[in-house]
């Protein structure tokens, strides 16, 4: 920088820029139509600048678009001196475009100030389908990505301000849903012009030069702030694995993702080498996907006070190894439709894993697995073909040290910005009724710190015979691990009950369903960090009476003797209960 900024304009300009990207989301909830979007928030939004340099991601899920430099510098390497005023992007190409999976589009402007290029902005969500095998773009057993949907590479949808109809004809006519689609792509295209307008509104404001050092001195500052905090982790070298049930192909054999973590002096380097390498089925992620959830998983660790404060500063002392060809830096044309959840979320797990080894005051545990499902079907209601995705069969996240689990969240890719819909408007919006939704108790993975319960979910089909997939759900056969001596939460399970009938339902696979068929899941929490006996029996005590867990698990798990009748807790059986318990594990 040329001149010193004062503090005040330099916090207002950081701020609004954060700002900015929350009122894109904002502006999307309100125009889109697809539930995902809309409800469930499955979206995010950021601010680059001309060198593709991150400098605000305060809105999103991570494996979405805390990469998206990599899609930038493809965008800026192709259309090198053919970039404009009022041009739009699109992609949602893994492998060109660097982007997580087919469902999640990209909609990228530029930001000229005069003529000069100065900031890139990003709109991507989730959208209701992309084509390809089946509705909503999980199919677990395509021959190759092809078989998953619409791949487009990047390409311009909008130049010099006006529309590109026959690129967006060519697109909608390559979906299921012509018309929610272009509803949804408007609301993420306008909400990118929103993000243009405030960005050059501090520009008019403050001056060029004074925007862009204040970007430079935020990049200083939280790189000088990451380092600080690495620099506190003792030197070492930290392990962690995690694996998925399978890959949807190969059924019931998980698929590894390893992780070594070497902390030295101010640097840290995350090492993947040793995973499992890429498979047939859909659980393969992509480079960018890879170092999007591994950012994420490391800023969990450092001080809660950066977190609204994260950017390319943040990711230069982080260095990412993978192979090339393996589950988590996979080639074309390997399929990646799950992999946003699975392995996203076994490379979150093995990261956190191996950060608690080393940052054992800051454990965290694993949250529950995802359990949803994608529903395509007609509604007789509306006469229009429906496809339907939730997360509200989702476990809540994992305990913290110092802390329980947090009840209700959704799966830990999405720490917690994707959320839950409410049962009224699934119920308005789709032909199903549901008809249990609640804790399930004795769900939570136990520890000193215990993690969120899991879910007991039932619905019913009042509409037509249905497909289901079963697509990126999982944890049934394998579950994420707890912390410091911490239990993980129990399998999830599922079934379809029909005409008296009982009929098993499985991860990563694709069923029919019949009018009337209840769909009944009941899935496991987050794990708990420390161990259970340590937990106070106090807090065992007012789990019990919150129904999160039962006497008999009180007793047998956390060695609390609580009594049947009044709830009243019984200190002195609970103390010569606790000695035996330790005793016995200690000669075990």
Request: charged fraction near 25%; proline fraction near 5%.
């Amino acid at each position: 920088m040329d001149h010193a900024i004062d503090p005040i304009t330099l916090s207002t300009v950081w701020h609004s820029m954060q700002s900015a990207c929350r009122e894109v989301r904002h502006v999307i909830d309100r125009t889109s139509q697809n539930f995902l979007i809309a409800q469930l928030h499955d979206v995010s939004a950021g601010i680059w600048d001309a060198r593709a340099r991150t400098i605000s991601i305060p809105a999103g899920l991570p494996v979405q678009f805390m990469a998206a430099k990599f899609s930038i510098k493809a965008i800026l390497d192709k259309f090198a001196g053919r970039i404009y005023p009022g041009d739009v992007f699109l992609t949602n190409d893994p492998y060109k475009g660097h982007c997580c999976h087919l469902p999640d589009w990209g909609f990228y402007r530029p930001v000229f100030y005069g003529d000069e290029l100065l900031f890139f902005t990003l709109a991507r969500a989730h959208q209701m389908d992309t084509g390809g095998s089946y509705p909503g773009g999980y199919f677990p057993n395509g021959y190759d990505i092809h078989a998953e949907g619409l791949i487009i590479p990047p390409i311009k949808v909008f130049e010099r301000g006006v529309e590109r109809e026959d690129i967006f004809d060519l697109i909608w006519n390559n979906v299921r849903w012509p018309e929610g689609v272009r509803v949804d792509n408007y609301a993420l295209i306008a909400a990118t012009k929103i993000c243009e307008q405030r960005i050059l509104g501090l520009i008019e404001k403050y001056g060029k030069e004074t925007v862009l050092g204040c970007v430079e001195e935020m990049l200083a500052r939280t790189e000088k702030a990451v380092r600080e905090e690495i620099r506190k982790m003792p030197d070492g070298v930290y392990t962690g694995e995690s694996a998925t049930d399978d890959d949807g192909s190969e059924l019931g054999v998980p698929v590894w993702v390893k992780c070594k973590l070497t902390i030295s002096g101010d640097r840290m380097s995350v090492d993947f080498s040793e995973s499992d390498k890429q498979r047939k089925g859909f659980v393969n992620a992509v480079f960018a996907s890879t170092y999007s959830n591994t950012l994420a998983s490391v800023f969990l660790f450092l001080d809660p006070a950066l977190s609204d404060y994260h950017n390319e500063g943040s990711m230069t002392p982080i260095q990412l190894v993978t192979q090339e060809g393996s589950v988590v830096h996979a080639r074309y044309p390997a399929t990646v439709g799950a992999s946003p959840v699975n392995v996203g979320t076994q490379i979150m797990e093995s990261v956190v894993m191996a950060m608690s080894k080393a940052m054992p005051k800051r454990a965290v545990a694993a949250w529950g697995r995802h359990y949803s499902h994608f529903i395509y079907g007609f509604d007789p209601r509306v006469n229009q073909p429906y496809v339907q995705v939730l997360f509200e069969p989702d476990g809540g996240s994992g305990a913290v040290y110092g802390y329980d689990g947090y009840e209700g969240v959704t799966m830990l890719v999405t720490l917690g910005e994707a959320v839950k819909g409410d049962v009224e408007t699934i119920e308005v919006r789709f032909p199903w009724t549901v008809e249990k939704y609640e804790f399930a108790p004795d769900s939570a993975g136990a520890g000193r710190w215990r993690g969120a319960a899991g879910i007991h979910w039932e619905m019913v089909n009042h509409g037509s015979p249905a497909g289901m997939s079963t697509g990126n759900a999982e944890g049934e056969t394998v579950h994420g691990l707890g912390a410091l001596g911490g239990l993980p939460a129990p399998f999830n399970q599922a079934h379809i009950r029909r005409n008296g009938e009982t009929l098993p339902l499985r991860a990563h696979r694709i069923y029919s369903l019949s009018p009337e068929d209840r769909v009944v899941k009941v899935t496991g929490g987050g794990g708990g960090v420390g161990p259970p006996l340590e937990r106070e029996p106090e807090k065992v005590r007012e789990d019990v009476l919150d129904g999160f867990i039962t006497i008999g698990s009180a007793r047998e798990i956390y060695g609390v003797v609580i009594d049947a009748q009044t709830r009243e807790l019984d200190l002195k059986a609970t103390a010569t209960l606790r000695r035996e318990m330790k005793k016995a594990t200690a000669a075990a």
